[in-house]
């Protein structure tokens, strides 16, 4: 009998284990499912127009044809834009530096209403932009 309960105990202690990596994965299954619906289909004629941030007074204008512009910037000219699931793309071209260069910027699509939109850059999720849309 001593010889069969380290068995047991083990046995019992794998079963517990295996149970709560099922739940677990029940659990993180539900959390994907969650994220996916909670991207929303966005519409790119939503997204036409000037956008400006409250604070800075600067922003873009995205316009049909995937042609952007920026607004009230003094280094930097969007040249177009395009959307990604929940993500708008600008591709950008910095001016009045020694060394110009184009580079695209990344941002999430928060919320967006007629009204304001919510960005985050993508290198940074956790901070959060609101636009007014002019």
Do not use: H
């Amino acid at each position: 009998m001593n010889k069969i309960l380290p068995v047991i105990i083990f046995a019992a202690a794998v079963f517990i284990a295996c149970g709560k990596n099922e739940k677990e994965s029940t659990a993180d299954n539900k959390a994907n499912t969650k994220a996916t619906e909670e991207i929303k289909v966005i519409k790119p004629e939503s997204l036409f127009g000037s956008w400006v941030n409250k604070e800075s007074e600067m922003g873009f204008k995205l316009m049909d044809g995937g042609k952007a512009a920026s607004i009230n910037m003094a280094t930097l000219d969007y040249n177009s834009w395009q959307l990604i699931e929940n993500k708008i793309v600008l591709n950008s071209t910095s001016k009045g530096v020694s060394n110009p260069g184009t580079a695209d910027e990344i941002y999430i699509i928060r919320e967006v209403t007629p009204s304001y939109m919510i960005l985050s850059p993508s290198n940074n999720p956790n901070t959060k932009w609101t636009y007014t849309k002019k």
